[in-house]
């Protein structure tokens, strides 16, 4: 296999699973060149891998126009294998438009989206394994073993300067390890709201640093030990803030899957979603700690569970 189209445009957490697989299909078949389709709002991370040869952005909100100059970019080439990840009739439709002798597609596929593609077989049901062991089926429809055997890790990932310099005051140059406070996630219900006090109380310690990141601004705590990166971190740099960071916490979201595909200890915060199926990944990670809200409700857990585990695995660090 030579050229290999992977169709997975969003959301920025399962690109980011999708991403994991294919880096140990890249690992197993060198030879292969990946092309990937993918939302433009998350091209960082598909361009800055380090294994995809080409991009093509889907420009969600681009009208049918987009649409179409993007099915006429994709035919321009052709392809030995489709692999369509996203299971959408959207997505599907540009498989069956892709020159390509095998298309391969998700067996549960919404929207009359099967009718595009080969489904892909799978012995468990996608609504309670994990998603990277949903998109691990595809290694197996082109002969590799369903595990993950490469490493997802970014090389040409870096902090700003105005970052680094933000960075380098609150750890004193380095000298105090640093936890990363990820606050957001796309649905409300999954957002703990209590990641200020954490922050205050994590930096009230003085042995230890605390950056405040995410897309918006405002929310965070005063005072001296934590770093505000609120709406200062591009997705392109999210990758390297995790890898300085000593620990990352995290709601349901992408920076959670981010740190867990390069290996970082995390602290994942579960609601109303299940860590089986969306947290850290292999699910006995000694690098990670699950915490679930009481009855799947972010608003009963205390501050006291999340800052325990956060320095237990400083600890281990």
């Known amino acids: 296999m030579q050229e290999l189209l992977v169709i997975k445009p969003s959301s920025l957490g399962d690109v980011i699973h999708a991403l994991r697989v294919m880096a140990s299909v890249k690992e197993e078949l060198p030879e292969t060149r990946i092309s990937w389709v993918v939302r433009d709002s998350f091209v960082a991370p598909v361009r800055d891998c380090g294994f995809v040869e080409r991009v093509f952005e889907f420009r969600r909100g681009g009208g049918p126009f987009a649409y179409l100059r993007l099915i006429r970019e994709i035919r321009r080439q052709d392809f030995d294998c489709v692999l369509e990840m996203q299971g959408l009739l959207r997505s599907a439709v540009l498989a069956a438009a892709a020159k390509a002798p095998v298309k391969w597609g998700r067996r549960d596929g919404r929207e009359g989206a099967t009718l595009f593609y080969a489904k892909v077989p799978f012995p468990l049901k996608p609504t309670v394994a994990h998603a990277i062991d949903v998109l691990l089926a595809f ?45 957001e996630s796309r649905r409300s219900e999954k957002e703990w709201s209590e990641f200020a006090e954490l922050a205050k109380q994590l930096s009230a310690t003085g042995e230890l640093a605390v950056a405040w990141a995410g897309e918006k601004v405002g929310g965070e705590p005063k005072g001296l030990g934590v770093a505000n990166l609120g709406g200062k971190t591009s997705l392109a740099e999210l990758p390297a803030l995790i890898k300085c960071s000593s620990v990352v916490v995290a709601n349901d979201s992408a920076p959670l899957h981010y740190a867990s595909a390069l290996e970082r200890p995390v602290v994942g915060l579960f609601g109303p979603t299940s860590p089986r199926r969306f947290g850290p990944y292999p699910v006995n990670s000694l690098n990670a700690r699950i915490i679930r809200a009481p009855a799947g409700d972010l608003d009963r857990l205390g501050v006291d569970d999340v800052k325990k585990a956060v320095l237990k695995l400083l600890d281990g660090v």
């Open 139 to 183: 290694k197996d429809v082109i002969g590799l073993k369903t595990k993950l055997t490469g490493e997802l890790r970014f090389p040409g990932a870096s902090l700003s300067e105005e970052n680094t310099g933000i960075l380098n005051d609150v750890t004193r140059g380095g000298a105090l390890p640093l936890v990363a406070l990820f606050p």
